[in-house]
Each structure stands twice: as C-alpha cells, then as structure tokens.
C-alpha cells in the first residue's frame, strides 16, 4: 500500500481522533473525540461549547491530532498526524457542513445531528479542522519504507 493509501486506510478505520489544542498559559491538552470527516480534510466532531477543548479552538485555532488503532499489537501501529485550523462552525454554516460531516457515518457509528441540534440554547456544536498536512507513522521494520527507526512521513491524501 503506498503512503497515501495508507492515511486514508488508518483514518477511515478509527473512530476517534486526538485532538491536541493549547491551554491558556500554553501547556498542551489533548482530547479524545468520535470524529467524521469529509474528503480526508474536513474533520468534524460534537463537543459542548464549555468543553476545554473548544474554549482552547476558540482562543487559537492551530491544532494537532493523531489518529490511530490503540489495540494495535507492539509493533503493528499505524498512526496519521495532522496540522490544522479548527473553530465552531458559524450557525449560517451548519446546514451545509452538516450534510458533509454526516456523509459518511459508518454502520455502528455516531448519529447524525439536525442542525437545529447544534445553535441557540443546545449543548452541543459542530466543530471543524481543516488539515493543512499529513504525515504517516513509518515503523522502523516497515518493509519497504523502513529505515531502523520509527519515523513520519509527510503525504498528500
């Protein structure tokens, strides 16, 4: 499987992501989330707006997440890591990033949420990172993209 075919595979096959934003006096926080995503670009999650997390989107908008199997066997893990802009998505855009974040539930997975669901006095919104990079863990083994050590490899998706 090449790089790229790889990330598609570790991301269409997780259902949670971590999504790591900043705090305040600027030590890092990371948050587990049930993610969709839309075009390997677009990835879209539900929190509550008092959630830390969102408080740290809606103060700085850079991101980190990592996306990964952690029932992986020692050894066996793959792992996408992404650099993103995240914010709330503004009520006039709820309908149409709606559709696109529910595109693409797979069976088993997270419910779609009306969009009145997600503005005025609901608890919870819809949030967005846009990946600006990707890049794949390579296992230090991997039998062609090996090389002794683990390392990351920037791919276009």
């Known amino acids: 499987m090449d790089l790229a075919g790889m990330a598609r ?4 096959t997780n259902r ?36 830390h997390h969102s ?12 996306i990964f199997d952690s029932t ?17 998505v503004p009520e006039e ?22 969009p009145e669901e997600l503005r005025g006095e609901a608890d919870l919104r819809l949030y967005v990172a846009r990946a600006t990079k990707h890049e794949v863990h390579i296992r230090g083994a991997d039998p062609t993209y090996g090389t002794g050590i683990d390392t990351r490899r920037e791919v276009i998706v």
């Open 93 to 114: 855009e709820l309908a149409a990033r709606a559709t696109a974040a529910w595109a693409n539930i797979p069976e088993g997975g997270a419910r779609a949420f009306a």
């Open 9 to 12: 595979d570790v991301i269409d």
């Open 72 to 88: 992986a066997a020692v050894g066996q893990g793959r792992a996408v890591y992404l650099t993103a802009r995240a914010h709330e």
């Open 55 to 66: 408080a740290n989107v809606r103060a700085r908008s850079d991101v980190a997440i990592v």
């Open 16 to 51: 949670y992501m971590t999504l790591g934003t900043t705090e305040p006096d600027g030590r890092p926080r990371v948050s587990p989330v049930y993610f969709t995503h839309n075009g390997y670009r677009d990835f879209y999650w539900v929190s509550g707006p008092g959630a």
